[in-house]
């Protein structure tokens, strides 16, 4: 038998603030129930072999005052990205707990609206995001160096930032959750697992602004540092408006033997994207033994691989991204796949096998597209690679649409070695030169 909240004296109206109550029934232990209506709350903590069974119809809410929040620094763990205009509050929260579980037919709701409504005229993006609010909420759902979680079939949206983060968990199973961010809220990825191990995460659907999924490794809040690893990602549906349905990268640790299958990739800017370092404050993630296999991918950008994610970021990234496999893979594309390494670091390693992509597009293009998009380069190659070495394409085909005319070449290798092109259709053809000094 599970706790009703309600005999905690919960209301669940959408007008009173349950905050203590909810809070009541989780110190008491076990799961708590929670029938239908919509709970209107601050920050609530799980705790061990305890969590939230949500039926369909009910809804926990985030309550816009914000004294009903933790404080930044509520465990040593906590991070504050005050470059991104975030505080370090949550909705939901466990820390170094067991057995934790967040399941049922319910929501959990960010009430994004409730700090940002105003639109951004300074991104130049149409329509315009969001303007964030540098108090506003950050992780929804914030579960940090926890054992054996459990989090299932409930929806998560509306986050006024990431929807949910994992961070140096263990033993964890995600399944048939379904999260729902605004396309006009920057930053609200869907999933994050950063230094996770032993991951599943299948059956779920994710459709956000900001990346859908990511591995990350940013092992230093950690008490604890873990290796991100042993990670399967199955039989999902992914879409990133303005970002990366799958992204890998950030921090400073590593991201290793993680697999990704019958995934289907919609309507995003980029579909895969492995970067090691994304910040300059960063010294970059290692990342080796990654497996694509059986994707449908339809995205502006398929993939983009790079040691370091800006040119600009100096000195350039000494880190390694290798033995990575992209295989039975099919989907339409019009912005330029790039792998682009540095002399620094190695990008190494890398196959396609079995890949039919269909190009439109233009080819050439800068940065930013007509509505003001970032990140939406392009140059006149399907593949884009530069100083890179092992890069395999076997039985790849790239067909061209009829107004394609901007485009050169299938691939495009600078300062490369050790390029391998088996049994492909490149009837634009293959370009090799040196890399410039």
Known sequence: MYANVKEFGAAGDGVAVDTRAIQRALDAGGI????????????IYLRSRGGILLDA?????ANPDLSDYNADDFCPQNRVLRDELVSGRHLIVAVEQQ????AGEGRIDGNFSAWMNEPDPTFGVTPPFFKRHP???GQMIYLCECTDVRIRDV??????????????CERVTISGVRIYGSPRVINNDGIDLDCCRHVTVSGCIILTADDSLTLRADFEPLKKPRICEYITVSNCVFSSDFANAIRVGVGNGEIRRCTFSNISISDSRTGICVASRYWE???GVTVSDLDFNGLQLYARRPFCIKLDNQRTLNPPCARRIGDLSFSNISGTAERSSYLTGNPEGKLEGITFRDLRLRYGGKGPAPDRDEHGHWGCSSTAAAFELENASGIEFRNVAIDWELDA???????????CDRLEIADCRFRKGVEEKPLLT
């Open 405 to 415: 005319s901007g485009w050169r070449q299938d691939v495009r290798a600078t300062g």
């Open 57 to 61: 119809g009910a809804v926990i809410q």
């Open 155 to 168: 929806e998560l949206t509306n986050a006024s930032y990431w929807h949910c983060f994992l961070h140096g």
């Open 281 to 283: 404050r960063d010294r």
């Open 135 to 137: 108090e506003r909420p």
């Open 99 to 102: 057995e934790i579980t967040i």
């Open 32 to 43: 708590v129930y929670f029938p239908p209506g919509t709970y209107r709350t601050g920050t």
